[in-house]
Structures are given as structure tokens and as C-alpha cells.
């Protein structure tokens, strides 16, 4: 099936990488009179995946959550058609409890309550809206914000926060994450709109755009509008007479990772020292590329296992079972073996039935690092010199058309689950909380090696949650609708 | 070893309002710390793997029409014989289980112990289908093999760049089973488990051949009624209401707020869900069949961790399951399923989709509102959504769960028992080597 391509906000397909300049700007819907009269005008600008970006002109997307709806005026039914987990929200203390931001199992610091936005505390201001933008250099980031801002005009919409963003250029072409590895290098495809690359396997386009085929050949649930509340017809008509709200849109999950850079090093440090006390760099970095799977120049470690190779950086045709079952080279508690395990897992690792299974739990990765690199060379001794001064990490944003069994399940199942793929006592080494919610400890990492694996204990928080929510991401017809909205 | 039994007692809980309000107090009081509560401290109890209470609420019949009546299940999984277990519960909880069951219908006095003990057995219910990860395996054994594991890891991580840095599989092992050897309370590790009694072997392997026989007699006198079985069948699932034609009928409208509290302590769960059996005598004997041959099945041929696994149908399983029960209940009309398993809700309905969804099919695929089924086996719970809507709307609260290792997944169970079963085994170097590829 074609996909509509006119129809869908242009981030689902691209990440604007030729747009290095970028900024998120949450906003509160004040006047819902004059935020859908902004939209109207706004809408037809927001760029699509039918047309490449011209790479002058500023890009822009807009998502919504679930509140923001209702402050634009959408009816209660409608609302009502959402997933539970947007319905409910990122804060929603069970969730935040079952994501690892909340109660025993959190760092205190992850706590909603402690959020610089999204969060629970007394007098946060609500966020409606996010307006996503993109351009070609920071002046034009600024003239794009500012005429966005002049067709706001006052009293519709209010800013209630922007996060800023900073692409981490490397020497090399890639882009680098606050730790100093190259990013982004393994996304899924989709379907109908990208060319399979590197081998890896097209998912089908329902896992991350609403109104085709998911991974299970099903249409995941949509929301959607009784027929009487769209008389002009501006949606797509769905089942049982309503009008479909969801088609070619998604959703979007937004968490602000704040990364505690210098103490990942010193941490690596320390445990990687020589008996006699003398540091081995050598040996930090093997370390940190055990954590992540991959070197620093990208370079995974199922390819390369006993030094980085640059030629390798973008390498991502591997899977982990046949190559490497006991995690002999890329331990099975890794970064990139817990997001993304590939062939690893039940049903029959190795199989096209892993495959399958992990295809139905992929994301589509759109964020960007925010703050500047503690070292422009990402030279761990730098870093571990620099005093840490200003805030900085990664706005961690991904697409998919099912928070729950996408987003959620990750974080859950795989990135905190303590006992993942046979393991015991440890989390994700980067992301993880550091214990279970009973209390017990879960701050360990595991190199299997032989004769017998290496247990590193004590890793302290490395990120932090600093803010968060889910979003939904309109069609530009579902724009177009919400923009004409009357009540 | 010692094989693990399950116990279920249902009773009505008295219609006066305020029995359930006193009830629902009551069982709040205990599941707040179910393992050391004052009235029913199920941590002191031994040999019970696990313990829960589950009020089931009251219904009406979709099919007959007829209400059903409020009722409280308690159900539990103990090492050894379950009569044996309900005397110990008895003596040692004996008030306790009383300021529980007062509200039911019918429960004897305040402190007439020896007549609470004979209502609790007048109102115990059979399984019919029951599912044990691994047989035999007693809760002692399951704590002692962790305990065994955390001391080995402590030591490894102490040794760490002494005496198992650059030597061989051998030495490290042997270094192991030297520091096992030197500590006195990890004297049991040095002998393997004893088998299960060999008494029990015996009867449980002729009931194996025994039932297989029957099996395949009643197979046989069964085959000239497949051709009306197979049309019946069809009829059924084509003519009985499927969620998905339902507008209502979507994830979207259930949620799981009352259910969410009781979740994701530990790296174990509990899961309860209550459902009525299509109407019709059709359903009701299929599925009672089912249920018979399913519970010789799980039995005999998914003991050892894994169910659903049949390498020759190229079938894999669950290994994520620690108990399972089915039990109908309400004179036929519903079936209560109770498990515990691994991890989060949303990793259990994704494997039931992904790996086991026939097997699911088989025995759901009978209850009301489960979506619609090909052929008994195809179809149903591949329904993604839909089958996780049906799964929101018929899982209930468990008001009391005590688990006696909630942090233990049952791979790391199995892991624990490899571990020590290997332990002064005879093992070649390759057997030497994934033998510490488990630590």
C-alpha cells in the first residue's frame, strides 16, 4: 500500500540532518480561539514527507498531547479514543513508577515531581503543544521562531518552555551523543517510504504511522471523530461511521535525558585503573564500549571486539546470535543489545522468528543532544579535566504508533528489566535505574569472558530524566480538522 | 524434591453491603505486607510458593441470563500434598483465616478451629487444569540455589584478578567448589538434590501410560463424531458475537488504573481473570475436555520450564510462567485463570501472542467476548488489540498476593538449579565451560 506521503508530517520520514539548527518549543494553549487560528495559518507550513526539505528553508512539525487536544477544543468522545497511556500521560504515577521515574526503584532525581518541565510539581504549566522546528543555521532558526511567534500573536499560545538543541559533530561526518560515541546509526526503516540499508530489515509502516499494516498485518487502534462532528469532511472516514483522526499520524514520546558525562568517565576510570593505580586508557575505553556495544567511532563490537575501527563505524547489517550467543564480544547486557537485541531473544534466537518479534518493538529515533560537548574532542581525559559547568544531554524524542508496546516496552522489558535475557542484578549500564522497586540492588554490569565473566558493581545514575510527555502527531489533514475546530 | 500442589477454596461472600466493604478492608489489611501481617503472615508458612485471595464479583450471564453471585477465591501453590498444607494453614493462621472467611456465607463461629478447617475443605474446588514451571522443584531448594548463586558471584567478584584472572575453565572451577567446600552452611551444595520420591515416580509414570492409553482408546471411539464436531465448531465461531464487530470493543476504552497498583513491585506478577464460557452445552464440554487433556499434557510432557515447546511442530514456548491454574467455577458458568509470571503485563500478552497464542486459543478461545477463533487454534488472541482489550476488560484484582521469591524469574530459577546441579558434576571442558558461562 502507498503511503500517503502529503499527509505526513515530514519528521516521520527524516531527521533533518541537513537542518543542523533546531529548537522545541512547548507551548500552553491560552485562547483556543486564536491557537487553532495560528494553527490554520501554521499548518501550511509544516513540512511534509512528500517533498525533500529545501535546504534554505526552515522545517517545521507540530504534535500534540493529549491535554492540548482538549484545550483546542476536541470533543470529550473523541478524546476518548486515544490510547490509555496518551489518555494518561509520561506522569501518570503508575506509569512513572513502571518506567523507572518514580518510587523505590528511581533515582529521586528522576522523579516527575523534579522535572524542569512535564512534570507534577505544584505550578508546572501545562504543555499543549510542541512546536518542532528545524533550519539551516542558527540566524535562520531565530527569523524562523520569530515569524512563527508574529503569526501567534498575543494571547493564543504561550511558550512555556524551549529546549535547545546542539548537534555533536564529529571529525568523521557522524554525529556523537554527550558520552562521546557516534549516534543514531541504527534506526528502522520503514516500509513504503525508506530503501532497506545495511541489511536490516524494512518495518512494515503501521509500527510507526497510524492506518497501515503493523508488524501483526493488524491497523493499530485509531483515534477517531463521530461523523457528525466533522461535517466538512476534512478526515479520511474510518469504521462504524466515525472519521479517522489517526491516519498517517503517530505518536511521539519526549524525554529530556540530562547525561552526567564527567562522571561516566571518572566512573570508568576508576574501575579500569592498573593494580599499582595508574590509569589505562585503553582500558577505560574498552570498558565504555562494552556499556554501549559500540566504539566510540561507531564501530560495533560484534565486528570489532578487541579495538575500535573507524571503517566500521556505520557497520549495522549484524545480528548477536550466531556471531557472538554468550556475549563474548558484545556483552548481553550492552546498550544496543538491550534497545535493540535483533536476532537474540525468544522465540528461536537467531531465527527470522526473533527477527520478527523484535520488529514490534523498534523506534524511530528523532531526538537531538542538547548543551555543549564538555570536550569538542570527546577525549575521555579531556573530559575527565573539564569542569562539568552547564546542563547537558540528549532530548530524547521517538516515533511510534504504539507507546505501549513500543516505547514502554522497551524502557521496561528490556532497559530496566533486571533478569533481561538471563542476566541477574543489572540494568541498562547507561540508562538504568540502579535498583529494583523491593529494594534490591540492580548497579552491576557483567562482561562474560573465559574462564569466567568480569562483574563490575557500583555504577552510579548516568542520565537523568529532566522532563517528558507523550505526544501525538497529527496528519496535516488531522491538523486541517483540528485547526477548524468550533467549539 | 517434592511435586507442588495446588489448593483453591471458593466461597459466597455473604450478600449483607457491608460483608464485602468488611471483606475488602479486611484483605487490604493483609495485602499490605502479605508475608508479615498480623492476621495471616503467609511468609510463615512452609513450603508454600505462593498464596493469594481474589474476589470474584458477581454477574450477569451474557448467555443464560442468570446472576451470578459474589464469591472469595483463595489459592495457593504448596510443596507436597495440599490437605497436609489446609491443617498447617489452619493451625498456624487459624484466626486469621477466620477474620477473612467471616464474611462468607456460612463460616463457622469465631475460634471453632476444627469446624473452619472442615467448611474450608467442604469448600474446596478442584483445578482442572494446573501448570507448575518445574515439578518438584521446593520452595527451600528455589531459595538455598539463589543463596548458593550470590555466594559464588560475591566470591568471583572478591577474587576477581586473583585467582581466576588468565587460568583456565578447570581452576576456576575448582576454585569454586574449594570455597564452597569451606563454608559450612552451603554443605547442602556439596550433594545434587534427591530426587523426587521414587514411590511418586512410579504411579506418576504409570498414570502416564495409563493416561496415554485412554487417551488414544477414547481418540479413537471419538473419530467418527470429528466431521459433526469440526461443523459444530464452525457454526460456533461464526455465529457467536466477536469484539472486533463490537465499535466499543477497543483497547482505547478500557483502562487499567484499578489494576496497575498491584503491579511491577517485583520482578514477578500476578495476573487474575475472571470470564464466562460461551453459552451452550457445545462450548462447555469442548472446553471441559480441553482443560482434562491440557492438565495431562502440561503435566506429563512442560515440566521442566518451558510450555508450550513441541520441537517437532516447530511450536516454542513460554519460559517466563511460573504457575498457572484453571479452574471453573460458579457451577460451570465462568473460568478463573490465576498465574504468576515474569516481568510486565505487556511482555505477558505479547509472548501469549507471539509464541503461544494457540495453545491460548484453545482453552480462551471458549470464553465470552475472546475474539474470534479459526478452527480452535488460528486466529484469536493473533488479534493483537482486540485480545488485549478483551484481557482489560476480564482481568480482576488480586486483592492479597504473597509470593516466597518475588525477584526470582523463573529463568534464573532454572539457572540457579543448573548452577548447582553442575556444581561437583562430572563435566567435560566444553560442559566446564557453559557450566560457567551461567555465572
Known amino acids: ?287 565504555a564500549a562494552r556499556m554501549v556495544g559500540r566504539w566510540p567511532s561507531g564501530a560495533p563490537l560484534v565486528e570489532s571486539p578487541t579495538a575500535d575501527d573507524p571503517t566500521r563505524a556505520t557497520a549495522n547489517s549484524f545480528g548477536f546470535h550466531h556471531s557472538d550467543p554468550q556475549g563474548l564480544r558484545c556483552p548481553l547486557g550492552a546498550h544496543i543489545r538491550r534497545s535493540n537485541p535483533r536476532d537474540s531473544l525468544d522465540p528461536a534466537p537467531g531465527t527470522a522468528a526473533s527477527l520478527e518479534v523484535n520488529a514490534t518493538h523498534r523506534l524511530l529515533r528523532r531526538g537531538r543532544t542538547y548543551g555543549p560537548p564538555l570536550s569538542s574532542s ?22 511510534n504508533a504504539n507507546i505501549t508496546r513500543q516505547f514502554e516496552f522497551v524502557q521496561r522489558s528490556w532497559i530496566n528489566n533486571s533478569q533481561f535475557n538471563g542476566l541477574l542484578d543489572e540494568t541498562d549500564p547507561l540508562l538504568g535505574t540502579r535498583r529494583l522497586p523491593s529494594g534490591r540492588p540492580t548497579d552491576t554490569f557483567s562482561i562474560p569472558g573465559c574462564p569466567v565473566r568480569q562483574r563490575i558493581s557500583g555504577l552510579p545514575t548516568f542520565v537523568v530524566v529532566r522532563g517528558g510527555a507523550y505526544f501525538f502527531l497529527p496528519s496535516i489533514s488531522a491538523l486541517r480538522y483540528l485547526a477548524s475546530l468550533t467549539s | 524434591m517434592l511435586p507442588q500442589s495446588t489448593l483453591t477454596i471458593v466461597a459466597p461472600i455473604q450478600p449483607a453491603e457491608g460483608a464485602m466493604v468488611a471483606l475488602r478492608d479486611v484483605l487490604a489489611e493483609i495485602g499490605r505486607d502479605p508475608a508479615a501481617n498480623p492476621l495471616l503472615p503467609f511468609g510463615d508458612l512452609t513450603g508454600l510458593h505462593y498464596g493469594r485471595f481474589v474476589i470474584l464479583d458477581g454477574a450477569v450471564d451474557p448467555g443464560s441470563g442468570r446472576t451470578v453471585a459474589s464469591s472469595l477465591a483463595f489459592n495457593c501453590c504448596v510443596d507436597g500434598p495440599a490437605d497436609r498444607f489446609l491443617d498447617h494453614l489452619t493451625q498456624k493462621a487459624g484466626s486469621g483465616l477466620w477474620a477473612v472467611f467471616q464474611h462468607c456465607s456460612g463460616a463457622p463461629g ?41 555466594r559464588i558471584e560475591d ?51 504409570l498414570h502416564r501410560i495409563g493416561g496415554l492409553a485412554v487417551g488414544v482408546l477414547l481418540g479413537l471411539l471419538a473419530l467418527p463424531f470429528v466431521p459433526l464436531f469440526l461443523v459444530l465448531l464452525r457454526c460456533s465461531e461464526i455465529n457467536a458475537p466477536h469484539p472486533r464487530q463490537d465499535p466499543h470493543f477497543r483497547l482505547s476504552q478500557f483502562d487499567r488504573r484499578h489494576l496497575a497498583p498491584d503491579e511491577d513491585f517485583f520482578i514477578q506478577n500476578q495476573f487474575s481473570v475472571l470470564g464466562f464460557i460461551k453459552p451452550g452445552l457445545f462450548r462447555y464440554a469442548t472446553l471441559r475436555a480441553i482443560l482434562s487433556v491440557a492438565d495431562f499434557v502440561v503435566h506429563h510432557f512442560f515440566r521442566n520450564g518451558d510450555l508450550g515447546t513441541v ?72 488479534d493483537e488489540q482486540v485480545y488485549k482489550a478483551v484481557l482489560r476488560k476480564y482481568q480482576i484484582r488480586t486483592q492479597v498476593w504473597f509470593c516466597a521469591y518475588p525477584d526470582l524469574s523463573a529463568i534464573t530459577i532454572q539457572k540457579n538449579a543448573r548452577l548447582r546441579a553442575g556444581l561437583f558434576a562430572e563435566l567435560d571442558p566444553a560442559a566446564e565451560r557453559d557450566w560457567l558461562a551461567l555465572l
Open chain 1, 378 to 399: 570527546f577525549d575521555p581525559d579531556e573530559i575527565l579535566q573539564a569542569d562539568e559547568g552547564v546542563e547537558r544531554g540528549i532530548h530524547f524524542i521517538c516515533i
Open chain 2, 155 to 205: 566470591f568471583l567478584d572478591r577474587e576477581e584478578g586473583n585467582t581466576t584472572a588468565g587460568t583456565s575453565p578447570a581452576s576456576v572451577r575448582t576454585a569454586i567448589q574449594q570455597f564452597v567446600r569451606g563454608q559450612n552452611d552451603l554443605g547442602w551444595a556439596l550433594r545434587p538434590e534427591p530426587p523426587l520420591p521414587w514411590a511418586w515416580r512410579l504411579r506418576d509414570g
Open chain 1, 1 to 287: 500500500m502507498n503511503l500517503e506521503l502529503f499527509d505526513i508530517q515530514g519528521i516521520v520520514g527524516r531527521g533533518y540532518g541537513k537542518h543542523p539548527a533546531a529548537a522545541y518549543l512547548l507551548l500552553e494553549v491560552e485562547s483556543r480561539v486564536l491557537a487553532r487560528r495560528w494553527l490554520a495559518e501554521q499548518v501550511e507550513r509544516v513540512h511534509t514527507c512528500a517533498r525533500a526539505p529545501d535546504p534554505e528553508a526552515p522545517c517545521f512539525n507540530i504534535a500534540f498531547t493529549h491535554a492540548g487536544l482538549e484545550a483546542l477544543g476536541l470533543d470529550a468522545e473523541a478524546l476518548n479514543t486515544f490510547p490509555s497511556e496518551l489518555k494518561e500521560g509520561m506522569t501518570e504515577p503508575e506509569r512513572s513508577r513502571a518506567l523507572g521515574d518514580e518510587g523505590g526503584a528511581a533515582d529521586p532525581e528522576n522523579s516527575p515531581r523534579n522535572w524542569d518541565w512535564g512534570g507534577t510539581a505544584a505550578g508546572q504549566r501545562p504543555v499543549h503543544l510542541m512546536l518542532m522546528v528545524f533550519a539551516p543555521g542558527d540566524a535562520e532558526l531565530e527569523t524562523a521562531i520569530a515569524e512563527a511567534s508574529l503569526l501567534l500573536g498575543p494571547g493564543g499560545l504561550s511558550l512555556v518552555r524551549r529546549l535547545h538543541t546542539s548537534l555533536l559533530a564529529d571529525q568523521e561526518g557522524g554525529v556523537r551523543e554527550h558520552f562521546g560515541f557516534r549516534d543514531a546509526i541504527s534506526q528502522p526503516g520503514i516500509a513504503g517510504l525508506h530503501r532497506a540499508t545495511s541489511g536490516q530489515p524494512l518495518v512494515p509502516a503501521g509500527e510507526f504511522i497510524l492506518g497501515y499494516k503493523n508488524a501483526y498485518d493488524l491497523h493499530t487502534e485509531c483515534p477517531r471523530v463521530h461523523h457528525s462532528r466533522d461535517p466538512g469532511r476534512l478526515l479520511p472516514p474510518a469504521e462504524f461511521g466515525t472519521h479517522d483522526l489517526g491516519r498517517n499520524g503517530t505518536y511521539l514520546v519526549v524525554r529530556q535525558l540530562g547525561q552526567r558525562v564527567r562522571a561516566f568517565w571518572q566512573f570508568l576510570d576508576a574501575v579500569s585503573r592498573d593494580p599499582n593505580g595508574a590509569a589505562n586508557p585503553e582500558r577505560r575505553v574498552a570498558l
Open chain 2, 110 to 150: 469465631p475460634g471453632e478451629q476444627g469446624e473452619l478447617l472442615a467448611w474450608l475443605r467442604r469448600h474446596r474446588i478442584p483445578t482442572q487444569t494446573f501448570y507448575v514451571n518445574s515439578l518438584g522443584r521446593a520452595v527451600p531448594q528455589i531459595l538455598k540455589e539463589a543463596q548458593l548463586r550470590e
Open chain 2, 311 to 382: 520441537p517437532l511442530l516447530n511450536l516454542h514456548g513460554v519460559d517466563t510462567i511460573h504457575f498457572a491454574n484453571w479452574i471453573v467455577v460458579d457451577q460451570g458458568q465462568r473460568v478463573l485463570f490465576l498465574s504468576n509470571y515474569d516481568f510486565n503485563l505487556e511482555d505477558y500478552m505479547n509472548d501469549f501472542i507471539n509464541k503461544v497464542a494457540w495453545g491460548l486459543n484453545l482453552i480462551f478461545g471458549h470464553g465470552v467476548n475472546y475474539p474470534r477463533t479459526d478452527w480452535m487454534v488460528r486466529g484469536g488472541a493473533r
